[in-house]
């Protein structure tokens, strides 16, 4: 039986020109799935797991929604900027900015780097996505915009479940910010999946932190999976970590902290032992990256 091309019935497409008109057209059309670069949300219309009546098309808003810029501390990345615009910004070959450097080097392929947004990753909102756990160990806010304004929400708090967010259905994700931490912090970031390019991970992980005198000052660890199906920090093992000296013993206690703070379940990807035993391993490296092994 031949099956249709497109799982879907009329789909409406509103395609506005300016971030204004799209805040407008969305509050007038509430029911609308925001669709950016689309490198996510097409697969999944074309296979029936979601079935949008309308949808309202931001990728033509790059001129006011692509950019990547520094205002005081903080370091402001437009929802429209793609994998391979960031790759060419000066920051991320800064060494506190390395774990940017990592996801981009094995993010999807040079097709899906050209059109994959910072934005659409973000509002993903799963576990194969992997500027999630990096932006979460960069502390990273949220802009949601609407025409009632501008509210910021810590990603933390922005990813609410899998592919659950907290954004009304008014606004548009207009911008992901964060603090530079400053001179003297390292970032580092690693993924595995089952082949070496469009890799879609089994798991991941972000550690940013700072080691002073060979002790830690500060630490933050992220994965794809640490108790649930998504990206979310180490906490325990983070304030294990903190004041310590990076050493052997140290690196070996807080995989323990590490094993009992992780709840993960199989799946058909891969099982739960599995998935522990990387993340066990990812953390060992990543933690010895910050002291300045390679
Ligand atoms: C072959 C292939 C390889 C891939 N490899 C990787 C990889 O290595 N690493 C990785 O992390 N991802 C990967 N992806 C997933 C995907 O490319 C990324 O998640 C990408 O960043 C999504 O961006 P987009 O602009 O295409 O989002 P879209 O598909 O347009 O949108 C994604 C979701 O976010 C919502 N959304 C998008 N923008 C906004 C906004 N501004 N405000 C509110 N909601 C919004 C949409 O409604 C949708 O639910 C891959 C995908 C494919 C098809």
Do not use: H
Request: net charge positive; charged share 30%.
């Amino acid at each position: 039986m031949e099956q249709p091309l497109l799982n879907r019935s009329v789909m409406i497409v509103l395609q506005p020109s300016s971030l204004k008109e799209s805040l407008k057209l969305l509050n007038e059309n509430p029911d609308a799935e925001v669709i950016a670069n689309a490198s996510d949300l097409w697969p999944r219309i074309r296979n029936g797991e979601v079935k949008p009546k309308k949808l309202l098309d931001i990728s033509g808003l790059v001129n006011e929604l692509s950019y990547v810029k520094k205002d005081g501390n903080l370091i402001k990345i437009g929802a429209l900027v793609t994998v391979s615009q960031l790759e060419g910004e000066s920051f991320v070959n800064e060494k506190r900015f390395s774990a940017f450097k990592d996801v981009i080097a094995k993010f999807g392929s040079p097709q899906i780097r050209n059109v994959a947004t910072v934005g659409g990753n973000v509002c993903a909102a799963s576990s194969s996505e992997d500027f999630i756990p990096v932006l979460l160990a960069f502390n990273a806010k949220v802009r949601l915009s609407s025409v009632d304004g501008d509210r910021y929400v810590n990603l933390e708090k922005f990813i609410t479940g899998k592919r659950k967010i907290n954004r009304r259905p008014n606004e548009i994700l207009t911008e992901i910010s964060f603090e530079d931490p400053g001179e003297g912090y390292i970032s580092a970031f690693e993924k595995v999946g089952r082949r070496n390019i469009l890799i879609i991970n089994l798991v991941n992980m972000a550690v940013v932190g700072k080691i002073k005198d060979g002790k830690i000052e500060d630490v933050r660890i992220a994965a794809n999976r640490i108790k649930g199906k998504i990206p979310e920090r180490a906490k325990n093992t983070e304030d294990f970590l903190k004041g310590k000296t990076l050493n052997d013993d140290t690196v070996a206690r807080a995989k323990k902290v590490l094993s009992e703070e992780i709840s993960l379940t199989d799946d058909f990807r891969a099982s739960a032992n599995y998935r522990k035993a990387l993340l066990l391993a990812m953390l060992e490296r990543l933690l010895f990256k910050l002291g300045g092994e390679q």
